[in-house]
């Protein structure tokens, strides 16, 4: 549905994205990953063809973005960072106004609109003026603008930025829900985000593709070679002695963790996978492993090293949803 | 042609939404009243033509004001990414703009038809010159107009794009003023340049098809320029 080659955007001399690619097929949903300046708005810009590439080419249900213009942008919906809305218009009539510009037949704006607002439960606030609405509300009269004429591409720039917690999962399922049937380019910046909505992630740093994947091959390509948390029943030293017959174990501490329970954290080399070998010599010895996890969650800890070192930010008030990390550039 | 009505009809309800246009009417209409009024009490005897060129002169004010907020309001707000990723073409979007800004005008235009009104209730009005002098104010206030939509598409600002609209149809007045005063081929050249004296011949009920058609390439051109600088901003 989107296949993006090798685009490049310069800025005049600042490099907005390198040599990107990528691709997104229908019923599934992309992520862009990125910390902040790395380029997200950029290719989607260029894919929704507000700005031309310096270089490359974008095509959308098959049509190139910037020889056939206007064929390309019918198939797909747009939400900016910023929602393109007119705060002295109702919510009724912006709708009415995108679906005409938008060609959606006369005979069917109604439906069309009607389906739009209850897509996203706008139904009790249609006849208000956008300009008085929250930011959440307003987040969602954006996304309804991008549906309206139901297209098969959907290009969302960080849809739930600036949502609070709730609004975020309600976003997160509404665009679950619209990728079942669409393909669906996101973007954002919190992991926890992405982690849990996208299929395939292309991660950017500096306007360049550092990773992508399958969702769960970026996983399991963490749970490789980085730090455990195990918990093991026993005592402290006896489970010492037991680790230090474990191969590839390069370094670890230990701590008691009330009666008979020790919590270690473990540094596996580079690259190698010890839960199995873990799991069995502390069996033999007769201390069973009661819990073993990556100290790091997840996709995080790579995103960080593909990132470049970039520093996790637990902003308690503002960050957008409670397991959320922010991530942004140095 | 729908989308090219949904932009005009949405830019004209928001203009007559806002309580600006009914402002900028009633200034527009006080002054040209006062003007009317002022000159058929003090001489018992009107010329049209007199009303029609202080009609424009009054628009230079006004003009930047009406169309200041066309392009570069929505480049502030960002809806600008709706509509230049919508499938609609620059020229549409503009076109759709501008004929707003050209209602609105002929919407104040239409209230000041009671002048004529009253020169035929009291008197023996020349509607030839009514006529092409009606026509002189529209194509004078579309050219304006045109400068303005032009200014409001170089910049994210209301106000640098009122100023600079503004700047330029000083200009424009001051090269107005040169024709009348200059001589020899500077003349010839300023009075060729010029908006007014193009319009004058129209205003005495004179059709001279060289200057309707100065007057709306005019228009044409610059709405021309402003869907240039827009596509442009594509390539940034
Ligand atoms: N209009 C612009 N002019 C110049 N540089 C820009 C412009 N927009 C973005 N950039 C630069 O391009 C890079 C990528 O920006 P952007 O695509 O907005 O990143 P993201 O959306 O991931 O935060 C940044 O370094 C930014 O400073
Ligand atoms: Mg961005």
């Known amino acids: ?210 990773a992508a994947d399958r969702m769960d091959r970026l996983t399991r390509l963490l749970a490789v070679g980085t730090k455990l948390r195990i918990q093991v029943r026993g005592k402290r030293r006896d489970v010492d002695s037991v680790l230090a017959k474990v191969p590839k174990l390069e370094s670890w501490e230990l701590e008691d963790a009330g009666e008979d329970v020790v919590v270690g954290h473990l540094h596996p080399s580079s690259g190698a996978d010890i839960r199995e070998t873990l799991f069995f010599r502390l069996a033999e010895a007769g201390y069973p492993l009661l819990e073993v996890r990556p100290e790091v969650p997840g996709l995080e800890s790579v995103f960080m090293e593909l990132t470049g070192g970039a520093m996790p930010a637990h902003k308690p008030g503002k960050s957008a949803s409670r397991s959320g990390v922010e991530v942004r550039g140095r | 042609m729908t989308k090219v009505w949904a932009v005009y009809w949405r830019e004209v309800q928001a203009y007559f939404l806002s309580p600006v246009a009914y402002v900028f009417m009633a200034v527009f209409l006080l002054l040209t009243g006062w003007f009317f009024a002022a000159r058929l009490f003090a001489t018992q005897y009107i010329e049209m033509q007199v009303v029609f060129a202080n009609m424009t002169f009054m628009f230079v004010f006004i003009a930047p004001l009406l169309t200041m907020r066309l392009l570069a309001e929505e480049r502030r707000m960002g809806t600008d990414e709706f509509l230049l990723t919508a499938p609609l073409t620059v020229g549409q979007i503009v076109v759709g703009k501008f004929l707003a800004a050209v209602t609105v005008y002929l919407a104040f235009l239409a209230v000041t038809g009671v002048y004529p009104w009253l020169l035929y209730r009291y008197g023996f009005p020349d509607w030839v010159t009514i006529g092409t002098g009606y026509l002189g104010v529209i194509l004078v206030g579309a050219a304006y107009l045109a400068v303005g939509v032009l200014a409001s598409s170089l910049t994210n600002s209301q106000m640098v794009a009122g100023l600079l609209g503004f700047g330029v149809l000083l200009l424009s007045l001051v090269v107005d003023r040169a024709a009348v005063v200059s001589t020899g081929l500077l003349a010839k050249v300023l009075q060729a340049i010029s908006i007014s004296a193009r319009a004058n011949g129209l205003y005495m009920g004179v059709l001279n098809v060289a200057d309707l058609f100065y007057l709306i390439s005019f228009t044409g051109g610059l709405l021309f320029l402003t869907v240039r600088v827009m596509e442009r901003r594509r390539w940034l």
């Open chain 1, 1 to 210: 549905m989107l296949e993006v080659t090798a685009v490049t955007k310069l800025y005049g001399r600042a490099t907005g994205v390198r040599d990107v690619s990528f691709g997104v097929a229908p019923g599934e949903i992309v992520g862009l990953l990125g910390p902040n300046g790395a380029g997200k708005t950029t290719i989607m810009r260029v894919v929704t063809g507000f700005l031309t590439a310096t270089a490359g080419t974008v095509k959308v249900a098959g049509f190139d973005v910037v020889d056939q213009p206007l064929q390309a942008r019918r198939h797909l919906g747009y939400l900016p960072e910023q929602p393109p809305v007119y705060p002295d218009m109702t919510v009724a009539s912006y709708l009415d106004f995108v679906a005409q510009v938008r060609e959606v037949p006369a005979r069917e704006r109604r439906a069309r609109i009607g389906s739009a607002i209850e897509q996203l439960d706008l139904s009790s606030v249609s006849g208000r003026l956008i300009g008085n609405l929250s930011k959440g509300y307003r987040q969602r009269v954006g996304l309804a603008q991008a549906l309206v004429h139901d297209p098969p591409l959907l290009v969302l720039d960080e849809p739930s930025s600036s949502l609070d917690p709730g609004q975020t999962v309600e976003m997160r399922n509404i665009v679950r829900r619209l990728g079942e049937t669409r393909a669906v380019l996101l973007s954002s910046h919190i992991l926890a985000e992405v982690e849990r909505i996208c299929a395939r992630v292309v991660i950017l740093k500096q306007g360049r593709v550092v």
